[in-house]
């Protein structure tokens, strides 16, 4: 199975700020199969992209997603207090999907 | 409003079994796959199993396989886990999840809704 490394860990940014986050694959996504979700404290996963760089429903453009092959990158720009959140990848180019194990995301 | 509403977690001795339900909403549930994903206190996301659209084709986490069925009452909308043998490890807030099938692979997909989860705790 494909496995997701998450880095780093934890980011702490200020508002306004840039946060990128990375997601590294143990062996290539294919058709950059990639999803990004955050979740904050108490809540469900909400999708934020899918393919890689398609923002789902409701997103606001701040949040994109880039990457092929096996490293791919979630990037929030002009960080705003409420994304404070764990996100998450998930690659769903073979079976079982699998997910990293999630970046903290913290707004000073 | 597409939602996605999950029962039937609770307390259960280790060796024990539950269904968990997950009522759908708002949106053509025999259309869609459906997943269960679960998260363990203080940890990561974990795929569970998956169903397809009229239920002829499951998958399974190894943790799981052998124990856990998923099915799908489509004219009920609804979505069922029976887990059986639960073992503490399975200890979770389970989501069941829509996959929107579309630039999916046969087998596997993102997931565009969630539910709000069910707590499971296998503990004597």
């Known amino acids: 199975e494909i496995v997701l490394t998450q880095s780093p860990g934890t980011l702490s940014l200020s508002p306004g700020e840039t946060a990128t986050l990375s997601c590294r694959a143990s062996q290539s996504v294919s058709s950059s199969y990639l999803a990004w979700y955050q979740q904050k404290p108490g809540q469900a996963p909400r999708l934020l992209i899918y393919g890689a760089s398609t923002r789902a429903s409701g997103i606001p453009d701040r949040f994109s997603g880039g990457g092929s092959g096996t490293d791919f990158t979630l990037t929030i720009s002009r960080l705003e207090p409420e994304d404070s959140a764990v996100y998450y990848c998930?690659?769903?180019?073979?079976?079982?999907?699998?997910f990293g194990q999630g970046t903290r995301l913290e707004i000073k | 409003e597409v939602q996605l509403v999950e029962s039937g977690g609770g307390l259960v001795q280790p060796g024990g079994s539950l269904r968990l339900s997950c009522a759908a909403s708002?949106?053509?549930?025999?259309?869609?796959?459906m997943y269960w994903v679960r998260q363990a206190p203080g940890k990561g996301l974990v795929w569970v199993s998956r169903i397809n659209s009229d239920g002829s084709s499951t998958g399974y986490a190894d943790s799981v396989k052998g124990r856990f069925t998923i099915s799908r009452d489509n004219a009920k909308n609804t979505l069922f886990l029976q887990m059986n043998s639960l073992r503490a490890e399975d200890t979770a807030v389970y989501y069941c999840?829509?996959?929107?099938?579309?630039?999916?692979?046969?087998?596997?997909?993102?997931?565009?809704?969630w539910g709000t989860g069910t707590t499971v705790t296998v503990s004597s």
């Open positions: 708002g949106f053509t549930f025999s259309s869609y796959w």
């Open positions: 998930q690659q769903y180019g073979s079976t079982p999907t699998t």
């Open positions: 999840a829509r996959a929107p099938k579309k630039n999916c692979t046969s087998t596997s997909c993102y997931m565009d809704v």
